[in-house]
């Protein structure tokens, strides 16, 4: 059990270091944002991209913060009714609950890989300063991925407490 807890924190860590990007993204954006509007008001002009600038780096900011969350224990679990049952069944459907969500956000890993290729074939690039799209499409994958892993990670430990009342109380610790 002391691995485990020693391994939650070295996932925390490594989540908490990927959602750096999204911390930065934001502050970029709203010194970005605060500046445009400045110059908008002061001056009568704009940054030019900052709009699509924005677009990019929110999504960078969001795709990055997912699996921080995930180790945060911060997404939405509906366990106000299965924490009643019997700690095996209760288990049970935690891990069927994490095994969807592992489907989804593997699925939403490969779609952003196949988007990340088309980008690359056809060479999207942003509309007003042509900014090549298939860096950003490369870290929304890579941050998809390592949410998946953290899911599957999670999966895993529920799978173990349908069995140990260890790993039940250790999991359950973020139920409220």
Same mark, same amino acid.
């Given at each position: ?60 900011? =969001?795709?990055?913060?997912? %699996?921080? !969350? ?5 997404? &939405?679990?509906? $366990? @106000?009714?299965? *924490? ?53 499409? =490369?870290?929304?994958?890579? %941050?998809? !991925? ?5 899911? &599957?990670?999670? $999966? @895993?430990?529920? *799978? ?17």
């Amino acid at each position: 059990m002391e691995k485990v807890q020693k391994f939650n924190a070295g996932v925390h860590r490594f989540t908490q270091a990927i959602a750096l990007i999204s911390f930065i993204c934001v502050l970029l954006m709203m010194l970005m944002n605060v500046a445009d509007v400045i110059m908008g008001y002061l001056f009568q002009t704009h940054i030019l991209g900052a709009y699509e600038l924005t677009q990019r780096m929110l999504m960078c900011a =969001v795709f990055t913060a997912f %699996a921080y !969350g995930q180790s945060k224990k911060s997404h &939405i679990n509906m $366990t @106000i009714i299965i *924490v009643h049952f019997p700690r095996p069944l209760r288990f049970i459907i935690f891990t069927l609950m994490g095994i969807l969500s592992v489907l989804a956000a593997g699925a939403m890993t490969y779609a952003a890989a196949v988007q990340t290729g088309v980008a690359v074939n056809t060479g999207y690039m942003t509309e007003v300063l042509y900014i090549p799209l298939w860096p950003f499409y =490369v870290i929304e994958t890579a %941050a998809m !991925g390592i949410f998946t892993l953290a899911l &599957i990670y999670d $999966t @895993i430990l529920s *799978v173990i407490a349908i069995f140990r009342e260890d790993y039940a109380k250790m999991i359950q610790a973020d139920w409220s």
